[in-house]
């Protein structure tokens, strides 16, 4: 699957490079999880029936806050 593909189901989004005096979004552990299972079912429609998502968290603190990246670490096997 393509990073793209990804993209499309995923609801946590970065703040854009271009809108740096906007405020960071808040992290919500819901939405994390939600992304985790949409990420996971869409795998499993292309084939991966047995595809595992897990989800992981990337911690970097800043002079004005802590800023936590997701990263889901996916693991697939052929296929069926």
């Not at 990420?39 to 292309?46: D, G, P, V």
């Not at 800023?67 to 697939?76: D, F, K, M, S, W």
């Amino acid at each position: 699957l393509s990073k793209a593909d990804l993209r499309k189901v995923i609801e946590t989004k970065p703040r854009s490079l271009f809108t740096f005096w906007r405020a960071r979004p808040v992290f919500d552990p819901i939405v994390l999880e939600g992304d985790l299972e949409r990420i996971r079912r869409l795998h499993e429609t292309e084939g991966y029936l047995q595809a595992r998502v897990l989800g992981a968290l990337e911690s970097k603190q800043t002079a004005d806050a802590e800023i936590l990246t997701p990263l889901p670490r996916i693991a697939e096997e052929h296929p069926a």
